[in-house]
């Protein structure tokens, strides 16, 4: 048995794009990308990054909707590429996801009680309608709802807040050891996002570890254990996420952190920022640092190759940047090292 | 006191909204999408609108720019832009006003662009409908001037909008709202979708562009970090009220209205982490709101009155008006929390 609950080693994942005329070209949405989920304590790990990030890409891969193109997802030992069916049932069972849409996962035609029917009788959760009914309001206690204020309504009858706590409550009640959360609250109303924020921080007291997928660094800021900023397909900083947003060192992550707009009327954006035009953005892709176009600090080192992840500030914080190169002690196999 | 007594020292407002109801037809009542908001727009000013999704605010907009379709109707109001109520003006006037002087940056401008159309040439038509035809090299000229002033460059009047990233449509879309040089631009949801760098630029555009024109700007939106950053003044809607406007520092340091507390108390901050401020999503149905006040069911303070008497909207003598019994006018023209000064004495 293993320690980690789920490893992902150099996962790359390639997509092909046609273009016209026979010619194809390949864009990587993911490269040897590396994570360590350790089985104990539970905690809320956040992948964070803008569109074209791969932050997705990472989801699907590891809720086994999509292949790798190359590298591991290892789940509690098991490499699920290789998984046989038994197995990968269970994996479906302990990886959970709740989606972005709380409007687009609901069948409108079902009362809610449907998707906690269709989930017992499935799984052979429960078997009589007591232990049914016991364990339904179990899950939603620890959401805050109560089954008799939504069992028996349709899905446009409750509030986008309501409907996402729900899908939170349904997986729960799998009991399952991971939740991959992908944007939970970006489609909820401002005011009712601390609620759904609070729901996934008491299902980690639970034991239940989260892959919090996000662009909204505020977010995973409040209730974030480690974060992994995502730069088109790559790792730009990881660590503590506490660390990594007070004190950022990738170019990329300051640039980032800095930009988040501060509720403050009195902190005002310092300066002024300019994009590069798109084409030069894409033109690093095979060689060298996806983020010099755009980066201030650029050297001409950072052209010949993919910075690997160098120690910064404290054990667990990492950025791949040369920056960090000469005075930070590069950790002895950047890939591999567990956040 | 009344809303515009209180701007008469400063500069005339451009824009004034007056009792504006704009109703949706159901088979079960009409919803109340926007149901009686006043205010004004001043020369120069950005002032945000905020508030969750169905508060209103897009249905504002469109009440403003005469553009509700149906099942929806503008039940009742004023909208006077420079002394003329543009309420029940015909098609041919408000050709006239429309771009002219009042512009709208739509939400999701990225899709509203024309998709078989270079940029250069959606442009061109904007203009040579409203103006007339003219010389193309002058015409060519003058686009080329509104993409750099948008911080594009020139190569993207050959482009088609699918060429384009989010950033740069929106900034098309920017470029398109100023063509005419209005008096009144609308930006809804304008920097939604977008990346936080890329936001910060759009968003640093539209200031950039605001100044270099001196144009009025209504922002609507519900990211509160962006109002702090952009706006003047902030209006917060709740089930097609306003509740409370006020100049933006006041209303982040001192808000009044227990829905705008809640508002500005549950926004993320990455200065601070602190404990999540929960709040239940109980609301009425639109179609048949509660006598009183709209926001009894969810507020924490609610009393008795609340239930029987809307509240009417209070002035501060700075500006801040808010509609809620909690608060009463003092002789010195502050808004005084009557509960607070009730326990005091």
């Known amino acids: 048995m293993s320690e980690l609950l789920l490893e992902i080693r150099n996962a790359t994942k390639l997509y092909t794009q046609r273009a016209a005329g026979g010619v194809s070209r390949e864009v990587v949405a993911l490269q040897n990308f590396n994570l360590n989920i350790p089985k104990s304590p539970a905690s809320i790990i956040t992948i964070a990054g803008e569109s074209g990030s791969g932050k997705t890409t990472l989801a699907q891969v590891v809720l086994g909707f999509t292949r790798l193109s190359s590298g591991q997802i290892i789940y509690d030992g098991q490499d699920i590429s290789t998984a046989d069916a038994q197995q990968m049932k269970a994996y479906r069972r302990q990886v959970q996801a709740v989606f972005q849409d709380p409007f687009g996962v609901y069948n409108p035609f079902y009362r809610v009680e449907h998707v906690f029917n269709a989930i017992i009788h499935n799984f052979q959760l429960a078997r009589g309608n007591a232990a049914k009914a016991a364990l339904i309001e179990d899950s939603l206690k620890i959401v805050g709802l109560h089954s008799e204020d939504v069992l028996r309504k349709y899905p446009h009858q409750l509030s986008g807040g309501q409907r996402q706590r729900i899908m939170m409550a349904r997986a729960y009640m799998i009991k399952p050891k991971l939740i991959v959360a992908d944007e939970p609250v970006s489609m909820v109303d401002a005011s009712l996002r601390a609620s759904i924020l609070d729901v996934m921080m008491r299902l980690k007291e639970e034991g239940i570890s989260f892959l919090y997928i996000t662009h909204d660094l505020s977010t995973a800021y409040q209730i974030g254990d480690q974060i992994c900023i995502l730069y088109q397909g790559s790792i730009a900083e990881r660590g503590r996420t506490v660390n990594v947003i007070d004190r950022p060192h990738h170019p990329y992550v300051q640039l980032l952190v800095d930009s988040v707009p501060a509720p403050n009327p009195k902190m005002k954006w310092k300066g002024e920022i300019t994009l590069p035009p798109e084409e030069e953005m894409r033109s690093s892709i095979h060689s060298g640092c996806r983020f010099y176009p755009r980066c201030p600090k650029h050297m001409d080192r950072c052209l010949i190759a993919q910075p690997p992840l160098y120690q910064v500030d404290t054990v667990d914080h990492e950025a791949a940047c040369y920056l960090y190169a000469e005075d930070a002690i590069p950790t002895d196999v950047p890939q591999s090292v567990s956040v | ?345």
């Open chain 2, 1 to 345: 006191m009344t809303n515009a007594d209180i701007h008469s020292d400063a500069h005339a407002p451009i824009l004034k909204v007056r009792n504006l109801c704009v109703y949706y037809e159901t088979p079960k009542g009409d919803v109340l999408a926007v149901d009686g908001i006043d205010f004004d727009l001043y020369e120069g000013e950005t002032l945000g609108l905020v508030g969750e999704s169905g508060s209103g605010k897009s249905t504002a907009a469109m009440g403003i720019l005469q553009l509700v379709v149906q099942p929806g109707r503008i039940a009742a109001g004023e909208v006077i832009l420079e002394d003329r109520n543009l309420i029940g003006l015909s098609e041919n006037e408000l050709r006239n006003i429309r771009w002219i002087k009042l512009a709208l940056i739509p939400q999701g401008a990225m899709n509203s662009l024309n998709p078989t159309m270079t940029v250069g040439a959606q442009i061109k038509d904007v203009i040579v409908a409203h103006e007339g035809r003219q010389l193309r090299g002058d015409l060519k000229a003058r686009i080329l001037e509104m993409l750099s002033t948008v911080g594009l460059p020139g190569r993207v009047y050959e482009l088609y909008p699918h060429e384009l990233s989010g950033g740069m449509k929106q900034r098309v879309c920017i470029a398109m709202a100023i063509a005419l040089n209005p008096r009144v631009i609308i930006a809804d949801e304008s920097t939604s979708a977008l990346d936080v760098v890329v936001q910060r630029v759009v968003a640093q555009t539209l200031l950039k562009v605001k100044q270099m024109l001196g144009v009025s700007m209504i922002m609507i939106g519900h990211d509160m970090g962006l109002m702090a950053q952009m706006a003047d003044r902030v209006a917060v809607m709740y089930a097609g009220k306003i509740v409370e406007i006020a100049p933006v520092a006041e209303l982040f340091a001192d808000p009044k209205h227990p829905y705008s507390q809640i508002l500005i108390e549950s926004v993320p901050s990455l200065q601070e982490r602190k404990p999540l401020k929960i709040m239940e999503g109980i609301t009425h149905d639109p179609r048949n709101p509660p006598p009183g006040c709209i926001f009894q069911l969810r507020c924490p303070f609610v009393m008795g009155q609340c239930r029987v008497d809307p509240p009417p909207m209070r002035a501060s003598k700075t500006g801040h008006l808010v509609a809620c019994h909690l608060y009463e006018v003092s002789e010195d023209g502050e808004l005084v929390n009557v509960r607070v000064a009730a326990r005091d004495t």
